[in-house]
């Protein structure tokens, strides 16, 4: 995914993503994946899953509301 390598990385190589209908202002669009305005569902897939992933031993992050 090459917008996965463009992103701006936080601490720890996190990856943050923003999610917003307001464009975030130049600093921060490149980690911005512009969205409806509403309510707005997020879903993860795992292409080729590591039995970790299958069995509940890893969960995804956590989606914050900022």
Known sequence: MAWVRRGRRGQGEALDILNSHRH??????????????GPLGVTLRLYAPRPEALNGQWQPPVVHKV
């Open 24 to 37: 975030p202002g130049a600093e921060r669009e490149r980690n911005w994946l512009p969205a409806p305005a």
